[in-house]
């Protein structure tokens, strides 16, 4: 088990940045992917950055590519995403996940066994 608690959600215009944290507590070791999704309403839950802890293998997607940055700190017990240069398009319900193995798979969150509570960021033009 893997127990996620994200913080730092909030509201700003855009432009503006944004830092968020997600602290994992658990059986850590076994599950060594971490992955940030967000959910606009309306849209699935998808997939913007991931790191495997082991190795520290970063992966982004297009939308975020140059604008965000995953990292981890204490061997993936705390991992953090750093939004700079937000866009409304950027607003949502932002998750922290977790699972053992496999790829990165940012358009499969049924993939990923844990999850934290979802942290909101909202993005005004």
């Known amino acids: 088990q893997v127990t996620l608690v994200e913080s730092g959600g909030g509201s700003v215009q855009a432009g503006g940045s944004l830092r968020l944290s997600c602290t994992a507590s658990g059986d850590i070791a076994r599950n060594k992917w971490r992955g940030w999704f967000r959910q606009a309403p309306g849209k699935e839950r998808e997939g913007i950055a991931g790191?495997?802890?082991?190795?520290?293998?970063?992966f982004y997607e297009d939308s975020v590519k140059g604008r965000f940055t995953i990292s981890q700190e204490h061997g993936g017990n705390i991992v953090t995403l750093q939004m700079n240069n937000l866009n409304p398009d950027d607003s949502g319900v932002y998750y922290c996940a977790s699972k053992s193995g496999g790829l990165w798979t940012p358009r499969r969150p049924h993939d990923w066994n844990y999850w934290g509570q979802g942290t909101q960021v909202t993005v005004s033009s």
């Open positions: 790191i495997y802890t082991t190795s520290g293998g970063l």
